[in-house]
Nanobody, 121 residues
Framework: QVQLVESGGGLVQPGGSLRLSCAAS????????MGWYRQAPGKQREVAATISSAGSANYAESVKGRFTISRDGAKNTVYLQMNSLKPEDTAVYYCYAVLRGLGSHFGEDHWGQGTQVTVSS
């Protein structure tokens, strides 16, 4: 069994910062891409940022220059540093990983349970 556990969400004022963390645990052979998606009320889930196993990052246009994704391979953890937050960043943020479990021959998608980020004065 594999679990992705997120932490770091909360309420922040516009212009503020938050740092999300997501740790993968369980019977893991290898982790490939990791990332963060978000879903605002009444909207579809969308990608915020992704990072490859080599450390190559990609960002949605709406978060470029404000969000930074990083990962710690030794800890199987991905982070999302969010600065200059705006009310439109309010959403549930989901951690995502493509990983190969022990005994498996291919990578599969795994999702965290989500963490709420609310940007409001």
């Amino acid at each position: 069994q594999v679990q992705l556990v997120e932490s770091g969400g909360g309420l922040v004022q516009p212009g503020g910062s938050l740092r999300l963390s997501c740790a993968a645990s369980g019977s893991i052979f290898s982790i490939y891409d990791m990332g963060w998606y978000r879903q605002a009320p009444g909207k579809q889930r969308e990608v915020a940022a992704t990072i490859s196993s080599a450390g190559s990052a990609n960002y949605a246009e709406s978060v470029k220059g404000r969000f930074t994704i990083s990962r710690d391979g030794a800890k199987n953890t991905v982070y999302l540093q969010m600065n200059s937050l705006k009310p439109e960043d309010t959403a549930v943020y989901y951690c995502y990983a493509v990983l190969r479990g022990l005994g498996s021959h291919f990578g599969e998608d795994h999702w965290g349970q989500g963490t709420q980020v609310t940007v409001s004065s």
